[in-house]
């Protein structure tokens, strides 16, 4: 699957984005999928994954960094997936970095970057006034 992520910016302290990835190629609603960041000067770390479980339904899980400021969703007519980031800070700066996995995605090894066979190419986020 090919992954095309989009949306960053330019935004103040406490502002909002939403970042789309959107997905082709192939279908992703039985895919692990994943955002990662990554800021200057330092190594790409997990923000929120989302894997299907019990067939019909989803999972997602949240680094506490972001824990009720960031949400995941999915839109899989769309084939595409959302970061929904409010009340954003400068420490949120970073290149943000899509990702999905074909296989199953156990719980423990979401914030794995090894897990993740696509990427895509990031979009750049930056908190600031």
């Known amino acids: 699957v090919q992954l095309q992520a989009s949306g960053g910016g330019l935004v103040q302290p406490g502002g909002s984005l939403r970042l789309p990835c959107e997905a082709s190629?192939?279908?992703?609603?039985?895919?692990?999928l994943a955002w990662f960041r990554q800021a200057p000067g330092k190594e790409r770390e997990f923000v929120v994954a989302?894997?299907?479980?019990?067939?019909?339904?989803?999972?997602?899980y949240y680094a506490d960094s972001v824990k009720g400021r960031f949400t995941f969703s999915r839109d899989n007519a769309k084939n595409t997936v959302y970061l929904q980031m409010n009340s954003l800070k400068p420490e949120d700066t970073a290149v943000y970095y899509c990702?999905?996995?074909?296989?199953?995605?156990?719980?423990?090894?979401?914030?794995?970057?090894?897990?993740?066979?696509?990427w895509g190419q990031g979009t750049l986020v930056t908190v600031s006034s």
């Open positions: 990702a999905a996995r074909s296989g199953s995605l156990i719980q423990s090894a979401i914030g794995d970057l090894v897990q993740y066979d696509s």
């Open positions: 989302s894997r299907p479980y019990l067939g019909s339904t989803y999972r997602t």
């Open positions: 190629g192939r279908t992703i609603s039985n895919y692990g």
